[in-house]
């Protein structure tokens, strides 16, 4: 199935869903993918609307670049023609405009589905940030990584500083972005940026095996195992052993109830 829940194909997406998969396109090619609150809030749309049965959701770009982040235009008094303009820092409503545009983001976090981001070319700013937005990144070999707001003026504040110190850690974290300076896909894999780095031509078909044995699980089994794990940071050992236990119990009780309930 070809979908636009809330028509996120005007917003420069396209949405496929192929069985449990479903395949997300930044599609704008042309401008590398450049993002405007229309495509963020798109996102967003794509995730609420996302059909229950979806396992897994892979993010991708059209074109030789992932996403060259927000779109440099919007910057500008002339903005980008259709596009609503970027929330103003001095209007009182500006942390919750953002708020809209991290609802992008953040649902590719969700335990119901796992997330990967397929990333060729170049993943800057907002883009890098959608990238660290999903669970896994696999990189062509050509991908380029940059935290650039800082070099701005702007701080990243599309959830990616997160994932970014959680992965890579705080001293490497803030080398990387106060420099702004550009990951290659060989340094991004020493820096579990990415879980795989694979020939361009390879991209696809990685991501297409990956994902095909990433839903294998037992989808129930899957979600409470991905809950545990993303709550595991923030609990001590005893903590996590005593989340184990309720996990299992909740997810063994569910499977042998009668109504399956
Ligand atoms: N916003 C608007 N337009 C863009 C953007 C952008 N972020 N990035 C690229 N484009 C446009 C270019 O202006 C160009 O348009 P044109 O054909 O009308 O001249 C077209 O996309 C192709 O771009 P090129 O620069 O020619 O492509 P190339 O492959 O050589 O370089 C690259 C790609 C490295 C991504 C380069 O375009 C670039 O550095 N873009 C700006 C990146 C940036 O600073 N983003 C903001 C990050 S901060 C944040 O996201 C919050």
Redesign the pocket.
């Known amino acids: 199935m070809t979908g636009s829940p809330a028509g996120p194909e005007g917003a420069g997406l396209k949405l496929d869903i192929d069985g449990v998969v479903a395949t997300v396109t930044l599609s704008r090619p042309?401008?590398?993918n450049?993002?405007t609150p229309a495509m963020w809030h798109g996102l967003a749309a794509i995730g609420e609307t996302l059909p229950a049965g979806v396992r897994a959701v892979v993010v991708r770009g059209d074109g030789?670049?992932f996403s060259?982040?927000?779109?440099?235009?919007l910057f500008t008094p002339e903005g980008v023609p259709g596009s609503e303009p970027v929330a103003d820092p001095l209007s009182p409503g500006f942390e919750q405009a953002v708020a809209g545009y991290q609802a992008g983001f953040l649902w590719l976090r969700r335990p119901d589905i796992v997330s990967v981001a397929a990333v060729r070319g170049?993943a800057?700013?907002?883009?890098f940030q959608l990238a660290l937005a999903c669970d896994l990144r696999v990189l062509a070999d050509d991908a380029r990584l940059c935290m650039?707001?800082p070099a701005?003026g702007?701080v990243p504040d599309l959830t990616g500083t997160k994932p970014l110190v959680d992965i890579v850690g705080l001293p490497r974290a803030i080398e990387l972005c106060l420099t702004a300076r550009t990951v290659t896909a060989a340094e991004a894999r020493d820096l579990r940026l990415a879980e795989l780095v694979v020939p361009a031509d390879d991209l696809d078909d990685t991501v297409a095996d990956l994902v095909s044995a990433l839903c294998a699980t037992d989808a129930a089994t899957a979600r409470a195992t991905k809950e545990l794990l993303t709550g595991a940071p923030a609990r001590t050992l005893d903590q996590q052993a005593a989340a184990e236990r309720a996990a299992q119990a909740t997810l063994q009780r569910k499977r042998r109830a009668p109504d399956g309930a």
Not at 68 to 73: C, E, M, S, V, W
Not at 124 to 127: K, L, M, R
């Open positions: 042309e401008r590398r450049a993002m030789p670049s060259a982040g927000i779109d440099l235009r170049h800057i700013g907002a883009g650039k707001e701005l702007l």
